[in-house]
């Protein structure tokens, strides 16, 4: 696919994600048509419906959009280090490295000011993602092997997170409710507080194309094109988790959206690793801000948490991509 075309694929998702954002000014508990949410966007008057469009829904969407991105930006730089399609940020551990000790922080540190949890869930993130990159050589090892150290990381760490939601009594149903990943009732503080942090990850992955570009070859031949993998690797693996680290205080864990955005990004074709990042970015945001309209539509007056609606999404695309690797896993001898 040319650059040409891939600009207007990255147009028109990102149309489709401002018309999604457009149907989550309409849609909740009471219903806007789409002329008295215009004219409450375009000229605010304080009344009902302004105080609806924006205090509430407008930051909400925006909030959603801005997740998506940082997701998937994690997602696709994650995939791209360990040249494996089965990695994300929750597969790999990062998401629930980054949710345990916010939550514990929560708990038996309550008054630690929320502005630290991102710093928090970066350091809980890191972690949990170089112990399952060390159980997979590195991220270099078989695509089951990074799937299963994952996995294991993260099941360990949400044993932790269950063991302390047990403790925190009345305040449980609040934390599951954020646990399970959505974004009811956000506003415009939580965009600011969670923009610079999805702004680095994007910004970061489209300077650094070139180098994302190399990772794609094995590593004899990018360090044998001048490639100082012991510097890239660590900061690649930081700029993946900054979004998360962001993200995850806000949202919660988000699931599949950092699997399903890269790998739908690829099967584009796209001309160019800056043409995959931003396909990557603009379909991230059109999955998660699509989701959040569905999920605050089709039970109203209730909502169903977005990570159920993403996880409904990027469940089929985990299951296809474990399958399109069975042939070769079992080549392997696995």
Excluded at 60 to 77: F, K, M, N, P, T
Excluded at 161 to 166: D, F, G, K, W
Aim: aromatic share 8%; charged share 10%; glycine share 12%.
């Amino acid at each position: 696919m040319s650059p040409r075309q891939s600009a207007i694929i990255i147009g028109f998702i990102t149309a489709a994600s401002l018309l999604a954002i457009l149907v989550g000014l309409v849609v909740g508990a009471k219903a806007l048509t789409i002329s008295s949410a215009i004219n409450a966007l375009v000229a605010p008057d304080g009344k009902i419906d302004s105080i609806l469009v924006w205090t509430l829904r407008l930051p909400r969407s925006l909030v959603a959009a801005v997740g998506g991105a940082g997701l998937a930006v994690s997602g696709y730089l994650l995939q791209a280090l360990t040249r494996n399609p089965l990695a994300d940020p929750g597969i790999t551990g990062v998401t629930a490295g980054a949710v345990a000790p916010i939550v514990s922080c929560f708990v038996f540190i309550p008054w630690l000011s929320p502005s630290f949890y991102p710093l928090v869930g970066l350091a809980g993130g890191l972690a949990a993602a170089s112990v399952t990159f060390w159980v997979s050589r590195g991220g270099q090892g078989r695509p089951l092997q990074l799937a299963l150290g994952g996995v294991s990381i993260s099941l360990l760490l949400s044993a932790i997170t269950t063991y302390v939601l047990l403790l925190t009594g009345p305040q449980s149903a609040s934390l599951l409710f954020w646990l399970s990943g959505g974004f009811q009732g956000r506003t415009w503080s939580h965009l600011v507080y969670m923009l610079p942090w999805s702004l680095v990850g994007v910004t970061g992955a489209l300077a650094l194309h070139r180098v994302i570009g190399m990772f794609a070859l094995s590593d004899h031949a990018a360090a044998g094109m001048g490639l100082q993998l012991g510097l890239w690797k660590p900061l690649l693996l930081l700029l993946a988790v900054i979004p998360v680290a962001g993200v995850a205080p806000v949202a919660g864990p988000v699931a599949f959206v950092g699997l399903a955005s890269p790998h739908i990004a690829r099967l584009l074709r796209p001309k160019g690793v800056i043409w995959e990042i931003g396909l990557a970015v603009s379909i991230g945001m059109f999955i998660v801000t699509a989701a959040d309209v569905i999920g605050r539509s089709v039970a109203v007056p209730r909502e169903l948490p977005v990570g159920i609606i993403t996880a409904m999404i990027g469940g089929p695309i985990f299951i296809y991509l474990v399958q399109r690797k069975r042939l070769s896993l079992a080549g392997e001898g696995l």
